[in-house]
Nanobody, 125 residues
Framework: VQLVESGGGLVQAGGSLRLSCAVS????????MGWFRQAPGKEREFVAT????????TYADAVKGRFTISRDNSKNTVYLEMNRLRPEDTAVYFC???????????????????WGQGTQVTVSS
């Protein structure tokens, strides 16, 4: 399975970006997926998850109300819409997918089996 993130870039505080995660080698509709991020010198942290069969979503408190995770099962792609971006959102953003169908989504990175290479998001103040 291959996950490819795109859509990162440089944006001013208050701006928006939409990240995409295109998956090949696995049909995502029965798997949970997540977005995580890692800032320099920090551990990878949970951002958002989605169960692709039900659409059930969860968010980290730091992004709740500003970020939206969604999926398009017909395109085998998951998205992260990021609004009202802050400098503290600066990080490399990764998407990940679980290996077992219908496994619940999780905020723990260790429970995801396959990862993309990441896309850089930089928010200037």
């Amino acid at each position: 399975v291959q996950l490819v993130e795109s859509g990162g870039g440089l944006v001013q505080a208050g701006g928006s970006l939409r990240l995409s995660c295109a998956v090949s080698g696995r049909i995502i509709s029965t798997f949970a997926m997540g977005w995580f991020r890692q800032a320099p010198g920090k551990e990878r942290e949970f951002v958002a998850t989605i169960n692709n069969w039900s659409g059930y979503r969860t968010y980290a408190d730091a992004v709740k109300g500003r970020f939206t995770i969604s999926r398009d099962n017909s395109k085998n792609t998951v998205y992260l819409e990021m609004n009202r971006l802050r400098p503290e959102d600066t990080a490399v953003y990764f998407c990940a997918i679980r290996k077992i169908p219908f496994s619940s989504s999780s905020s723990r990175a260790s429970e995801y089996d396959d990862w993309g290479q990441g896309t850089q998001v930089t928010v200037s103040s």
